[in-house]
């Protein structure tokens, strides 16, 4: 049974560019959450999918953006990159909607380095 | 004022040691607490959730305190192989799970 999985692993943006990151999220799990985690700090709340739509946000601006698809996978895209975005981004999912009681899975995390 | 607090660390204890994590959150309505470990370079993992009545696993003891609206999670007997950072993860609300920054544990032989 495979867990949430995410891809690239590493990248390595330019300030200025946009990025898209992916998430299949662990089979039977129907909701996805972002998170961004710098370095030597907790992750912090991006926002969640569910039933492809955002249903919650954290305090991140409008260049943060994102999308579910039918296949619960989804797409976490930053537009015009700033050296502040480079982070470990991670995607976790649940079974469903906010309820974590059953298990919020993490996958491995983007690395995104912006120069 | 922060979401969820921490303790700042980093605790640097020696094998066999009992260490104790504070943790503190603003939301009074937060439902769902947790614990959860994050080894350097890796995602994170639950470590155990956090009841109302407390509840022990092993050498590991969580304590929920919703009166104060703190957590604690007490490990016993450390072990080299858990040196990590111990996040304190709240359900701030039906869909918005909140971290705080993390407490970095160091156990020294």
């Known amino acids: 049974d495979a867990g949430v999985t995410q891809s690239p692993t590493h990248l390595i943006k330019t300030r200025g560019q946009q990025v898209t990151l992916r998430c299949s999220p662990k089979?039977?799990?129907?909701?996805v959450s972002w998170y961004q985690q710098a370095l030597g700090q907790g992750p912090q709340f991006i926002f969640q999918?569910?039933?492809?739509?955002?249903?919650q946000r954290g305090n991140f601006p409008d260049r943060f953006s994102g999308h579910q698809f039918p296949n619960y996978s989804s797409e976490l895209n930053v537009n015009a990159l700033l050296l502040g975005d480079s982070a470990l981004y991670l995607c976790?999912?649940?079974?469903?909607?906010?309820?974590?009681?059953?298990?919020?899975?993490f996958g491995s995390g983007t690395r995104l380095t912006v120069v | 004022r922060k979401e969820v607090e921490q303790d700042p660390g980093p605790f640097n204890v020696p094998e066999g040691a009992t260490v104790a994590f504070n943790c503190t959150y603003s939301?009074?309505?937060?439902?769902?607490f947790f614990w959860y470990r994050q080894d350097c370079r890796k995602e994170p993992k639950l470590l155990m959730s956090?009841?109302?009545s407390g509840n022990e696993d092993g050498r590991f003891t969580a304590q929920l305190n919703r009166a104060s609206q703190y957590i604690s999670l007490l490990i016993r007997d450390s072990k080299l192989s858990d040196s990590a950072t111990y996040l304190c993860?709240?359900?701030?609300?039906?869909?918005?799970?909140?971290f705080g920054p993390g407490t970095s544990l160091s156990v020294i032989p």
């Open positions: 976790a999912s649940s079974p469903r909607q906010g309820n974590i009681r059953y298990g919020y899975t």
């Open positions: 939301n009074s309505a937060s439902q769902s």
């Open positions: 993860v709240v359900d701030h609300s039906y869909d918005k799970v909140i």
């Open positions: 956090v009841y109302s």
């Open positions: 089979s039977g799990h129907d909701t």
């Open positions: 999918y569910y039933e492809e739509e955002e249903r």
